[in-house]
């Protein structure tokens, strides 16, 4: 419960009709896209400017009131969910597109701007911003550069952090910081901007980002390759990039998701295909049928059954629209989608798959797998019923079972989602309590009262 005292301030800071404290309205920001509990906040604002949000920031440090910033809330980590009884501040009424300039490449932005929005407006002045979060459509720059979203693209074009060329933010005393800047090159004073990349709103509120932008390949060409075996897939995913070929993008559908999909979308994809990989390659246009023709060679060599070239950009839509199916249809199978991280060396992914299946079938659970397999990002989909205690227990043995063997293979526990709530009790054993501690003693200075999305990352230490 808050005070009225406080409700007061927040109302007069951000006008009354920002602020929501009925039960509908906590009950809405109670949870987000991750599979975890709710909690509910006491208290929801949402500014409209700059200032008002900066004075958000400095009252809740003021009068130790946990502060959860939030755009979409789409995170898949749980890294929106509020503490219980503290504040929520929504950011999507900072959705303004500030600057996007042509002669120097770069754009400055609010955080609450929708990244589809953004990036349409980009394509529109004949510039690129790649990252492509599956979640575009809906999810905010904020988010992406706070979760260091990636895409389908992050195999050639990176993910959020390789396009942050700086970020003004708040700290705890509602004082702007500002980090970066709009040159090609930087390098005044601590990174401050690289900090602020991946913190999952734990060391400062956004206030305002500085984007890079890059010109759009001259062409590109997209493929569908259909394997008879999941191995076979895999190795021809190694085999691409020991071939020294960066696809834009190189994407992993297993036969469970073939299917699932092809029942959702009736697209006419190979239902009984084992594994099918998704292909596109892009630049000058002679490096780009240079490409397509050894991926397809390669695709061959591992015993691809056909290699399927689109003609044009209908059927390139096609193939990428199933490729953006994966998730949704999966997700209508049953009542819970857990939709897991795990990244592995690419040399490794063979070695996941058949870890995949094992544990699968030791715990008796449906497991789709797709995922950007060219830079590892594999997506294990559990498909589940929560309200199945039974069930539910042999899922969170699975989810362990997951994250300890890509560990093993030298990978690491998230690739684009992030660790929120959902992985912070495996981070230690990626990089070792030594790590968390010097993460803790660094917070404990920014962050002095610990009101910025405590637990987030480090865990219940913080909590």
Not at 44 to 61: A, H, T, Y
Not at 133 to 145: E, K, M, R
Not at 317 to 340: F, I, K, M, S, Y
Not at 344 to 360: F, H, N, T, Y
Request: overall charge negative.
């Amino acid at each position: 419960m808050i005070r009225d005292a406080l409700k007061n301030e927040f109302q007069r800071i951000v006008g009354k009709d920002n602020v929501m404290t009925e039960p509908d309205e906590l009950h809405a920001y109670s949870y987000d896209s991750a599979v975890l509990d709710q909690t509910q906040p006491a208290i929801v604002v949402r500014p409209e400017n700059s200032e008002s949000l900066g004075q958000v920031v400095k009252l809740c440090n003021e009068n130790g009131l946990k502060l959860t910033v939030r755009g979409a809330g789409t995170n898949l980590s749980g890294g929106t969910i509020p503490h219980p009884g503290g504040v929520v501040c929504l950011t999507t009424a900072l959705d303004k597109i500030l600057e996007i300039n042509e002669e120097d490449l770069y754009a400055v932005v609010q955080p609450g701007a929708v990244t589809a929005k953004f990036a349409a407006q980009v394509a529109a002045k004949g510039l690129l911003y790649p990252p492509d979060p599956g979640s575009q459509a809906v999810s905010t720059l904020g988010g992406n550069v706070a979760e260091n979203a990636g895409g389908l693209r992050a195999l050639k074009y990176g993910v959020t952090k390789d396009y942050v060329m700086g970020v003004d933010f708040f700290d705890v005393n509602g004082e702007l910081i500002r980090s970066g800047g709009k040159t090609v090159k930087c390098v005044t004073g601590y990174n401050l901007a690289g900090l602020m990349v991946a913190s999952e709103g734990t060391l400062g509120v956004f206030e305002k980002l500085i984007l890079k932008l890059v010109p759009p390949p001259a062409a590109y060409k997209a493929m569908m390759a259909v394997f008879p075996d999941v191995m076979d897939a895999s190795r021809a995913v190694a085999a691409i990039i020991a071939n020294k070929i960066v696809p834009a993008t190189l994407e992993f559908m297993d036969n469970f998701t073939i299917r699932t999909v092809e029942n959702f979308r009736k697209a006419g994809l190979p239902v009984d295909a084992a594994a099918m990989l998704l292909i596109e390659v892009d630049g000058h246009p002679a490096q780009v049928e240079d490409d397509a023709a050894k991926v397809e060679s390669i695709c061959k060599d591992n015993k691809a059954l056909s290699v399927r070239v689109a003609k044009d950009d209908a059927e390139r839509n096609a193939v990428w629209q199933a490729r953006r199916d994966a998730l949704p249809a999966l997700a209508r199978v049953r009542p819970t989608t857990v939709l897991e991280d795990a990244t592995v060396p690419r040399s490794k992914i063979p070695a996941m798959m058949q870890a995949l299946d094992k544990i699968a079938k030791k715990y008796d659970l449906t497991i789709g797998t797709f995922g950007h397999a060219g830079d590892g990002n594999l997506h294990p989909t559990i498909l589940t019923d929560k309200r199945d205690q039974k069930e539910w227990h042999r899922v969170e043995a699975a989810i362990d079972a997951i994250f300890e063997e890509a560990l093993a293979l030298g990978g690491t526990l998230s690739g684009e989602h992030g660790i929120g709530l959902a992985k912070s009790k495996y981070l230690k054993n990626e990089y070792g309590v030594g790590t968390i501690n010097y993460s803790r003693r660094m917070k404990s200075v920014l962050d002095p009262n610990n009101i910025l999305n405590p637990g987030k990352i480090l865990g219940p230490l913080l909590a």
